[in-house]
């Protein structure tokens, strides 16, 4: 049985991960760690995990196989640099790092180390976003995601709101190899408060379109991809609409299908851990990840331009 550490109990941790490793507990031993003591005794007793410290020290003390990191993104690079070089395999929440040199460095080590480093992106594991990337010959791909009245620092909203359609839409594209044309676009606040970001890939074959507004009167996110059969539109991960000259055809989720699953998060998990069983390479590719992570740099550093 694997030995699997949580390092991180926050708000995304309790949502979307201990849920499904609570379930899990026949197939990984795991090992849970934050520093507030009630916050680890009342997780540890809701879902009846074995193994909890209030200590990074003894969590790197117990002989783990790999270990989930669910801290602030500040603290990316020291906690994955300090789990590679101890061997273990990695799985992190976006973004793995807010400075280019760090992610590359990051995977540079985990090829050394011959160990995975994975980034939930888990929009690729919804079986909807799933059933889209399958398309054969997708010419045109737009993701855009919004918000309502949303201010944030340009940065920041890219990294942690933009990071998971510009991903998506990739993810969509498949391998886009090195020919393709970039355009980016921001609009901004007197305080560099992002309001709406586009970047544009063109490809010998592809036009992808991603976009987040936050400005937008609702919260949602939407993949649509244009092939030869027809318009396919997945809309918040619940609902896939195939559009063609005969009509439209409406696929929604089944009510006994686990939210978590839906959005990608319990597929991502088994994927992760199947991945280190098997001895495979990471899910979600190294050169896939970087490029999402080098594009989001790359509207910032328009905007600054601008």
């Given at each position: 049985?694997?030995?699997?550490?949580?390092?991180?109990?926050?708000?995304?941790?309790?949502?979307?991960y201990?849920?499904?490793?609570?379930q899990?507990?026949?197939?990984?031993?795991?090992?849970?760690?934050?520093?507030?003591?009630a916050?680890?005794?009342?997780?540890q007793?809701q879902y009846?995990?074995?193994?909890?410290?209030?200590?990074?020290?003894?969590l790197?003390?117990?002989?783990?196989?790999a270990l989930?990191i669910?801290?602030?993104t500040?603290?990316?690079?020291?906690?994955?640099?300090?789990?590679?070089?101890?061997?273990?395999?990695?799985?992190?929440?976006?973004?793995?790092?807010?400075?280019?040199?760090?992610?590359?460095a990051?995977?540079?080590?985990?090829?050394?180390?011959?160990?995975?480093?994975?980034?939930?992106?888990?929009?690729?594991?919804?079986?909807?976003i799933?059933?889209?990337a399958?398309?054969?010959a997708k010419?045109?791909?737009?993701v855009?995601?919004?918000?309502?009245?949303t201010?944030?620092?340009?940065?920041?909203?890219?990294?942690d709101?933009?990071?998971?359609?510009?991903?998506?839409a990739?993810?969509?594209?498949g391998?886009?190899?090195s020919?393709?044309?970039?355009?980016?676009y921001?609009?901004?606040?007197?305080?560099?408060?992002?309001?709406?970001?586009?970047?544009?890939?063109?490809t010998?074959?592809?036009?992808?379109t991603?976009t987040l507004d936050?400005?937008?009167?609702?919260n949602?996110?939407?993949?649509t991809?244009q092939?030869?059969?027809?318009?396919y539109?997945v809309?918040?991960l619940?609902?896939?609409?195939h559009?063609?000259a005969?009509?439209q055809?409406l696929?929604?989720?089944?009510?006994w299908?686990?939210?978590?699953?839906?959005?990608g998060?319990?597929?991502?998990?088994?994927?992760?851990?199947?991945?280190?069983?098997?001895?495979?390479?990471?899910?979600?590719s190294?050169?896939?990840s970087?490029?999402s992570?080098e594009?989001c740099q790359?509207i910032?550093?328009?905007?600054?331009?601008?």
């Open positions: 049985m694997l030995k699997i550490g949580v390092l991180g109990l926050g708000n995304i941790a309790q949502k979307a201990l849920p499904v490793m609570a899990m507990q026949d197939r990984v031993d795991w090992y849970l760690c934050t520093r507030q003591p916050k680890l005794a009342q997780l007793n009846h995990f074995p193994h909890a410290t209030d200590s990074i020290e003894t790197f003390a117990s002989h783990l196989d989930f669910h801290t602030p500040a603290t990316h690079y020291a906690l994955v640099r300090r789990a590679l070089e101890n061997g273990l395999h990695v799985f992190i929440d976006k973004p793995l790092s807010e400075k280019p040199f760090e992610v590359a990051l995977y540079q080590l985990a090829k050394q180390q011959n160990r995975l480093l994975m980034v939930g992106f888990n929009r690729r594991f919804a079986p909807m799933h059933q889209l399958a398309l054969p010419h045109l791909i737009e855009t995601k919004t918000r309502i009245d201010l944030q620092p340009t940065p920041f909203a890219i990294y709101l933009m990071i998971h359609p510009l991903d998506t990739l993810y969509l594209a391998d886009i190899g020919d393709y044309q970039v355009r980016t921001c609009q901004q606040t007197n305080q560099h408060e992002l309001l709406l970001a586009r970047i544009q890939l063109e010998p074959h592809q036009l992808i991603v936050m400005q937008c009167g609702t949602q996110e939407i993949a991809v092939t030869p059969t027809g318009r539109t809309n918040n619940t609902e896939l609409v559009q063609q005969t009509g055809q696929e929604t989720v089944t009510d299908t686990p939210t978590l699953t839906n959005r998060f319990a597929p991502i998990i088994d994927a992760f851990i199947r991945a280190i069983e098997d001895h495979q390479p990471s899910p979600v190294t050169a896939s970087r490029l992570h594009l790359q910032i550093e328009d905007a600054k331009i601008r």
